[in-house]
């Protein structure tokens, strides 16, 4: 699990795997910011923490292996982005074929990047939600698990339309790896495409 702030995703998830709603085990919570909230949670539920700050004077290249060798030493099999607030580089996202997944919100291709709620609300539209997608060396890019939409509603601000969202995103990451964990799928095409359709689609 790679998270930069509160992480309230990751938490979301760790409760659904301790109530067995997910056959996964959490090997470690690894994160680019030293004092992040969602390390101090991980922390208090006992898992194993890792701290890979980008300070002055570590490169890019420094801070990544750096991240690599927690997963390594950890020994993880996929990597979770739960508001992971920097990109991967292509050789990180090659290391980890169909194994790295991040939670949007918005309704990808829609409004990527950083205020992708402030975006939506700049452009009008009267749905947004969330996504979860594979990860590649793009910005928000990379094939599509999951969506769960919201509606937008006139009275919304960022802050409004973020929290319903973020409801919508704690249901949706869990669900996606649910179904990924427990069915049989492949990428074709930049799609995910589920052998018996989306579980609960
Ligand atoms: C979420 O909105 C996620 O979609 C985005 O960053 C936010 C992280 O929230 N990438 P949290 O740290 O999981 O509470």
């Known amino acids: 699990m ?4 509160r992480g309230s995703n990751f938490v979301a998830i760790a409760r ?6 997910i056959p996964a085990e959490i090997v470690g919570v690894v994160s680019n910011v030293a004092d992040a909230e969602g390390l101090e949670r991980a922390r208090e539920m006992g898992l194993r923490t890792y701290a890979a700050p980008h300070a002055p004077g570590i490169s890019r290249e420094a801070q990544e292996a750096k991240v ?7 020994r993880a099999d996929w990597i979770l982005l739960a508001g992971y607030m920097r990109l991967l580089s292509k050789t990180f996202v090659d290391r980890y074929p ?6 949007h919100p918005s309704l990808l291709p ?10 939506a609300l700049a452009a009008g539209v009267k749905i947004s939600g969330c996504t979860v ?3 590649d060396a793009g910005l928000d890019s990379g094939p599509i698990v999951l969506q769960r939409a919201v ?4 009275a919304d601000d960022e802050e409004a339309l973020s929290a319903r969202i973020l409801a919508e995103e704690h249901l949706a990451y869990s669900d996606a790896l649910c179904a990924l964990l427990r069915s049989s799928w492949r990428i074709h095409g930049g799609r995910v495409l589920f052998e018996k359709g989306l579980p609960g689609g």
């Open 2 to 5: 790679l998270l930069s702030g």
């Open 16 to 21: 659904n795997i301790e109530r067995g709603r």
């Open 68 to 74: 690599i060798e927690a997963l390594v030493e950890s």
């Open 98 to 103: 169909q194994r790295i997944l991040n939670i």
């Open 110 to 119: 829609s409004f990527p990047g950083l205020h992708p709620q402030r975006q």
């Open 133 to 135: 997608h594979f990860v």
């Open 151 to 154: 509606p937008v509603e006139d």
